[in-house]
């Protein structure tokens, strides 16, 4: 090697100047490969050995080492030449996301993670950079978040830290992160809240940032998640200043095609949307930051739709689909809800699946249990993240096979009276599971729910006119169940122990681990007195166990304890398994928690309110009815 290096270096000095400087370009360029190629290989082996779980942070976080600093204006945003994590133009050195820092360092200081167009080039890729924010609540949604691009394939994003707790802990996790400046409350704030409203906010003043910079951005909620690589779609309509989602839940076109402007009712919705760095984008950003900052009390999406549609119309061309909207020149795209989808058309009206298309993302839109609801949701389709241990109960995990009879879910019209009849026969074996899972201390799987009428927040014929929602449908949890309720830690003294509960589709889901799958005993209920049907724990050759129909809290606590290390029980039927608690105080302790696990079903139209309570004990009631409250005294959930 050495000889090579030395004749090589000898000839070139022997010729002309052109050709020293061709022989030196050659030779600095087979040096600078070498050095990338050794140093993207030994960055890849420190990814491979560095990720655990999403990448686990290190043991001992370094939650001191950021400045301190004190409280500061709604954003720390710059333009200037600050040096951001690292300096110097696009690298491909940048650690790959994922890769964790390594612990015996310090993290940089707080004004290294300063928005500036030095820290968001070092992100960038085909001169597009994918944004969301948020606070420490929304940990897991921002994790989930990224989990998705980066499968995907897609690294150039950054995530915006709405407080310093959650700055820490994605730096630790090798996620690129900057500071908003804004030093928000790190808790839920509740959609709707003052709060939410203000945190919405800083989502304009970021793309009135971002845009100056020259880059594409593609600002998201951390709330949705992305299935396909977005970026090929967008490059479709080169000319579009502003792609957008939208609220739309009657299909406008059938295709991949954008939707058809005119018949787009649903609000513009700005949970997805994609900018480029035009001069009408950036004059419809700053108009927008102007109108929000005159008036506190403008909701930020409201203002978006009032701004695009004080000129909507003519569109741009025959072909595009692209209008003319805002002051006549900015050229805006809405995006298919078949395909961007919202809560509805993804988890209601499955329209891709319809329409027989690959959906690019979902937004947990339209639902009604605040963000519990929305990681239940997105449990329920398995395009959440969760750490191992959510998917291994110590307890174990009790399922059942729902029974439904044919009448109830396909016979007759789909009225509020069936639509109530179909619920209910359901609750009632939930009501029966919940008791056994409290019994037996197991964490239990739901069923999926079968549903004949949607729940929106308003009047409506049971279905959305024009929607392709199928009837019967497997309706998400929280349209009869308030998922928030059932997850929350109660009293224990007043509402006995807690009941985990787990998605329907949890055993389908490839991170349930072999250990639970493979540790499976079945429960057939028999009617006691037949053959082999008794109250012991014996099983058949093929592990599956005979026990009685309305067996006691006694029988059970007796059979089951033998199966204490069995992972997932399951029984072939709910109806009549369990007779009831022999403790009156824990059963009442127990009406007290399930009771509040029901919501209400909305809305009948011609009555104020059209709302309708669920009622978990409705069978004690003889003659129960589905009946909206008749005077006010009457609106509140059932005793």
Same mark, same amino acid.
């Given at each position: ?91 491909? #050195? ?12 310090? =993290? ?10 030095? #820290? ?6 085909? &001169? ?17 978040? !990224?989990?998705?691009? +980066?499968?995907?394939? #897609? ?21 690129? !992160? ?31 940032? @971002? ?9 998201? %909620?951390?709330?949705?998640?992305? $299935? ?31 939707? &058809? ?65 805002? %002051? ?33 993302? !979902? ?20 395009? *959440? ?11 174990? *995990? ?21 639509? @109530? ?51 019967? *449908? ?6 009869? *169940? ?24 949890? /055993? ?36 599956? $166990? ?27 039927? =709910? ?14 302790? /127990? ?16 009555? +104020? ?31």
């Amino acid at each position: 090697m050495g000889w090579n290096w030395r004749n090589g270096y000898q000839e070139v000095a022997n010729t002309r100047p052109l050709f020293l400087t061709i022989y030196a370009t050659v030779i600095i360029g087979v040096i600078f490969s070498s050095f990338y190629v050794f140093s993207a290989i030994y960055s890849n082996s420190l990814v491979d050995s560095s990720i655990s779980w999403l990448s686990s942070p290190p043991s001992a976080i370094s939650s001191h080492n950021v400045d301190s600093h004190p409280t500061e204006p709604a954003l720390n945003f710059s333009r200037s030449a600050t040096v951001g994590l690292t300096t110097g133009p696009q690298s491909v #050195l940048m650690p790959p996301i994922w890769q964790v820092p390594s612990q015996t360092k310090k =993290m940089p200081p707080l004004k290294a993670f300063q928005l500036t167009k030095e #820290l968001v080039q070092q992100r960038v890729k085909d &001169n597009i950079i994918i944004v969301t924010f948020g606070n420490h609540a929304f940990m897991d949604f921002i994790l989930t978040w !990224v989990k998705h691009l +980066t499968d995907l394939g #897609l690294s150039n994003l950054l995530i915006g830290a709405m407080d310093t707790k959650l700055l820490e802990a994605l730096y630790w996790k090798g996620i690129p !992160v900057f500071d908003m400046g804004s030093h928000m409350s790190t808790v839920d704030v509740g959609w709707g809240s003052p709060t939410f409203h203000k945190m919405g906010r800083q989502k304009v003043f970021m793309i009135d940032s @971002f845009l100056p910079y020259g880059f594409e951005l593609l600002m998201c %909620d951390t709330d949705m998640v992305w $299935l396909k690589n977005p970026l090929p779609y967008f490059a479709r309509f080169p000319e579009a200043d502003v792609l957008t989602s939208s609220d739309q839940v009657v299909p406008t076109v059938v295709d991949d095609r954008l939707d &058809n402007w005119q018949q787009v009712t649903g609000a513009y919705n700005i949970g997805i949307f994609h900018w480029r760095p035009t001069d009408s984008a950036k004059k419809l950003a700053k108009a927008w930051k102007e109108m929000l900052i005159a008036d506190d009390k403008i909701w930020d999406q409201n203002g978006f739709n009032d701004l695009l549609h004080k000129q909507l119309g003519p569109p741009v061309d025959e072909e595009s689909g692209l209008v003319y909207a805002f %002051d006549g020149n900015l050229k805006l795209g809405i995006l298919p809800a078949s395909i961007f989808c919202s809560g509805h058309t993804y988890f209601v009206q499955a329209m891709y699946q319809q329409f027989r298309l690959e959906p690019y993302a !979902v937004h947990t839109t339209f639902q009604y249990a605040g963000t519990e609801g929305k990681r239940h949701r997105l449990r329920e389709a398995m395009v *959440f993240y969760d750490p191992p241990e959510y998917y291994d109960s110590p307890g174990g *995990f009790l399922s059942f096979k729902p029974s439904i009879p044919k009448s109830l879910l396909l016979d007759g019209q789909h009225t509020v009276e069936s639509h @109530f009849s179909l619920v209910n026969y359901q609750m009632k074996q939930i009501r029966t599971a919940l008791a056994i899972a409290s019994l037996l201390n197991r964490t239990l799987v739901m069923p999926p729910l079968w549903c004949r009428l949607d729940r929106l927040w308003f009047a409506h014929p049971g279905v959305l006119e024009g929607s392709v929602t199928r009837q019967p *449908f497997i309706c998400p949890l929280d349209h009869v *169940f308030e998922v928030n309720v059932m997850l929350k830690e109660l009293p224990e003294e007043e509402f006995g122990p807690q009941i985990d509960i787990k998605e329907y589709s949890f /055993f389908e889901n490839p991170s349930v681990p072999r250990q639970v799958k493979d540790s499976w005993l079945d429960v057939k209920l028999c009617q006691e007195g037949s053959q082999d049907c008794r109250a012991s724990n014996g099983t058949s050759p093929q592990g599956v $166990l005979r026990f009685p129909k309305r067996s006691n809290e006694e029988t059970f606590k007796a059979v089951f304890s033998s199966f204490k290390d069995v992972k997932v029980i399951q029984f072939s039927l =709910m109806q009549d398994a369990f007779l009831g608690f022999s403790d009156k105080t824990r059963e009442q302790k /127990f009406r007290n928690r399930v009771k509040r696990y029901v919501g209400i079903w909305c809305c009948v139209t011609d009555h +104020t309110p059209g709302h309708i309570y669920y009622d978990m004990y409705w069978d004690e009631k003889p003659g129960w009815k589905p009946k909206a409250p008749q005077t006010p005294a009457d609106d509140h959930p059932p005793l």
